[in-house]
């Protein structure tokens, strides 16, 4: 039978230090060599998936996400390098060896390691791919702190480090992480900061942009092709001026001459989420580069912002739209205005004065009454499903036992682990280590079986289900009220568009 077989290839930044040996080039022409001197692979259909620049340590990586969609079918083989390649966290590489592709019937090679799953004992990984393992998450580990250490040392010395320079400057062509007046941008900071110390507020800053035509940052580093240089998406960019690229402006200490970095940090080597840290912690290197605005101008400028920032009165209590109305034609979140007839806008109607969005007004009351009687509607629906609350309880059932069966893998994981750590640290003999990693297999493998005939009843479950039954709607049945916890738990988003159309996206198959 004919195989497709998938070569995938990474290299990330701390690989590419080590030279050519680690280059994507370097693992394709190996990568080809060997299926070219195997018989066993003549004819068969071969497919590249690489991840360029993407760290080993997790599998949030497009290439190898596409790779492992496919996996099963129509990809029988996946061919690495070794075993880095495809990843460097212990736990996930045993995962996807013992588990995942030998259920899907995936053929797994590492062509410098020498490990053919077809050729291995069991389903368990062999002593010597844990071990490997092992010391490429160590590795990853240590080179991340170095590199994060080496960092912190050039923020503290100024050096820039980003991609791309912050609006109004760009990157110096003579100096090695330095910035430069960008002169276009920089005089657009500089009105941006007089308008506000004038008492201008932002929103109104925004509407006299635009109306000149000026190019907004994004606009901005389209036209002079560095927008793709950023390499992530910025929630909200847009391409004019809004309130809040004004705000950010104007906020940004930077222009007058400082750098401040590690604002955010990374919670652990293996995560790609940061978290918050404090003012006192962060780097802040003083006279680094020409400064665009003096010190008194941005501080001046802070007062008028402060005055004009919206305060939410101590115990006010959450509006219950909040985020999930949004403009059909600009997709921004509109904005409450409380009246005597409180009512909905798109804030893009305050910065352009030709957008279409000026044309939304939606008022509460009409919105409430609507959206009332379309939940109510949805319910009816519902509750009119025969079958409903037996498939609710069975799918109920089936979770219950899915997740008992997971506590016991997860058991096995950890006892694995602590197992192969008594061997490595000598507390237990080869053989004895040998010997209960033969019976963990065993007892992995039933339970496996279980968990796996327990995922596939799930899906014929939620196939013939509503995603949200009856047993879940029931308690709105005679809801004649909307609450926060309805709406989050319903409604996915609504959006708005011109003579107060609204169209609702639930948390539900209709």
Same mark, same amino acid.
């Given at each position: ?24 080039? @370097? ?35 497009? /290439? ?29 590489? /045993? ?11 995936? %053929? ?71 910035? #430069? ?19 201008? #507020? ?33 929630? /909200? ?52 580069? #020409? ?30 739209? %909040? ?15 409380? $009246? ?20 939304? @007004? ?29 498939? /609710? ?11 008992? $069966? ?5 058991? @096995? ?30 007892? @992995? ?10 995922? =596939? ?19 709105? =049945? ?31 198959? #209709?």
């Amino acid at each position: 039978m004919m195989e497709t077989i998938a070569l995938y290839m990474r290299i990330s930044s701390e690989d590419a230090n080590e030279g050519e040996s680690f280059s994507i080039s @370097h693992q394709r022409d190996l990568l080809y060599h060997f299926i070219k001197s195997r018989r066993e692979f003549d004819g068969c259909t071969v497919m590249e998936f690489l991840d360029d620049g993407y760290t080993g340590t997790n599998f949030d990586r497009p /290439g190898v996400q596409k790779m492992l969609s496919m996996a099963g079918n129509p990809i029988q083989c996946i061919i690495v390098k070794d075993f880095s390649r495809f990843g460097r966290n212990l736990i996930d590489v /045993g995962d996807y060896l013992d588990q995942i592709f030998p259920f899907l019937g995936v %053929r797994f090679i590492a062509v410098n390691e020498n490990y053919d799953s077809k050729n291995s004992i069991g389903s368990s990984v062999s002593l010597d791919v844990s071990l490997k393992a092992m010391v490429y998450e160590m590795y990853s580990r240590d080179i991340s702190e170095k590199i994060r250490c080496m960092q912190q040392a050039k923020m503290k010395k100024g050096e820039y480090l980003c991609a791309i320079a912050f609006y109004g400057y760009k990157r110096s062509q003579t100096r090695k992480n330095s910035l #430069e007046i960008d002169g276009q941008a920089a005089g657009i900071v500089r009105r941006i900061f007089q308008m506000a110390v004038d008492g201008m #507020e932002p929103t109104r800053i925004a509407l006299k942009l635009n109306t000149e035509g000026i190019p907004a940052p994004l606009a901005y580093r389209r036209a002079n092709h560095t927008d793709g240089l950023r390499g992530w998406k910025v929630a /909200g960019d847009t391409a004019y001026w809004t309130r809040e690229n004004v705000k950010r402006i104007i906020s940004d200490e930077r222009y007058t001459g400082c750098l401040i970095g590690r604002k955010r940090t990374r919670v652990d080597v293996s995560k790609t989420w940061t978290t918050q840290v404090p003012k006192e912690e962060w780097i802040v290197a003083r006279d680094t580069h #020409e400064a665009i605005v003096s010190k008194e101008t941005y501080e001046q400028a802070q007062k008028v912002l402060k005055k004009y920032a919206k305060k939410r009165k101590p115990g006010k209590p959450t509006q219950r739209f %909040r985020g999930l109305l949004k403009c059909a034609v600009c997709g921004r979140t509109l904005t409450r205005t409380i $009246c005597k007839d409180t009512y909905f806008s798109c804030p893009t109607r305050k910065v352009l004065s030709d957008s279409q969005c000026r044309q939304l @007004h939606l008022k509460e009351k009409d919105l409430e009454a609507a959206l009332l009687a379309s939940i109510q509607s949805q319910i009816r629906l519902l509750m009119q499903t025969e079958t409903a609350d037996r498939k /609710g309880e069975s799918l109920a059932a089936t979770e219950k036992e899915i997740q008992d $069966c997971q506590a016991v893998i997860n058991r @096995h994981k950890a006892k694995q682990v602590a197992t192969f750590e008594d061997y490595a640290e000598g507390r237990i003999t080869r053989q004895e280590y040998l010997s209960r990693k033969e019976e963990m297999a065993r007892q @992995h493998e039933e339970v496996t079986a279980i968990y796996t005939e327990l995922i =596939a009843k799930r899906a014929e479950l939620q196939q013939a289900s509503d995603n949200l039954g009856k047993a879940d709607l029931g308690r709105y =049945a005679c809801a004649n009220e909307l609450t926060r916890e309805l709406l989050v738990e319903l409604v996915k988003e609504i959006r708005v568009s011109g003579e107060d159309t609204l169209e609702i996206m639930w948390n539900f198959r #209709e």
